[in-house]
């Protein structure tokens, strides 16, 4: 039987979702804790993969219990989060189709990214904070672009192993919210959504905006760091602090 588990961590402390043979990762938390509570191994396939530090507060990754080890999938989930550390948490579990793929079926993926200039001692690691003033209104003029343009290589961190880097983006917007644990404060949020991303699109994205937040570049000239398919012409790669996954979507019919 195959199933769906949707969870959230915050990325601080692992070198990313996938396993790694000299680093802590998320996958390899929780593939330990499905191995100490069935006696068997469990391979979790996720959605995607998240850099170093960076959070998800919601993830999916599909896995497969054979015949003698089906349970009461509430049950198990509650078990989980038993065993896992306080920084990952198990929402639910769900049955799936037998070919059903967590990342492959995913039909849109969302991501935010968290931006303050006010200092917040207790969102260390959860926002990204800035020593400069950003124009967002121009911010968002420059990330209208995003939506009408197919091919971002100039945002793909190089060498990566893509086979194609075309992304359908379908939001890209700069909001303002409350600040986590200050309320009275605000952040500005970048919300992005697209069928899916490459490897640092979304950091450099946002590192590129904030040359025309800052004034070193206009929103015509966004456009014209796209065409360049250069990563050379694009901003800086962003902190992973403030970049969260928030939602991942998936048709009906691969649901049991």
């Known amino acids: 039987m195959r199933y769906f588990i949707y969870f959230s961590y915050n990325g601080t402390a692992y070198h990313g979702w996938q396993f790694q043979p000299n680093a802590v990762s998320v996958q390899e938390r929780m593939e330990s804790a499905f191995k100490t509570?069935?006696?068997?191994?469990?391979?979790?396939?996720?959605?995607?993969?998240?850099?170093?530090?960076?959070?998800?507060r919601l993830m999916v990754a599909h896995f497969d219990l054979p015949d003698h080890l089906q349970a009461d999938v509430t049950d198990l989930a509650f078990r989980l989060n038993g065993l896992l550390p306080p920084d990952i948490t198990v929402h639910k579990i769900v049955p799936v189709q037998p070919t059903a793929h967590a990342r492959f079926d995913a039909t849109s993926r969302t991501y935010e990214y968290w931006v303050t200039d006010i200092k917040n001692p207790y969102a260390e690691h959860l926002l990204t904070y800035t020593r400069f003033r950003l124009d967002y209104d121009r911010m968002n003029e420059a990330a209208k672009c995003l939506l009408t343009e197919k091919d971002f290589a100039s945002f793909c961190k190089a060498h990566s192993d893509n086979k194609t880097t075309f992304c359908d983006v379908r939001r890209a917007f700069w909001e303002e919210q409350p600040m986590p644990f200050m309320p009275s404060q605000t952040c500005h949020v970048f919300t992005i959504e697209a069928d899916r991303f490459l490897r640092n699109m979304v950091r450099a994205v946002v590192g590129t905006l904030f040359e025309v937040g800052r004034g070193q570049m206009t929103p015509d000239e966004m456009r014209d760091v796209i065409h360049s398919k250069s990563r050379c012409a694009a901003g800086q790669s962003m902190p992973p602090d403030g970049l969260y996954l928030t939602d991942i979507r998936y048709p009906d019919h691969i649901f049991s």
Request: zero cysteines; charged letters at 20%.
């Open 37 to 56: 509570l069935l006696r068997e191994p469990v391979i979790l396939t996720a959605a995607g993969r998240t850099d170093t530090g960076v959070h998800a």
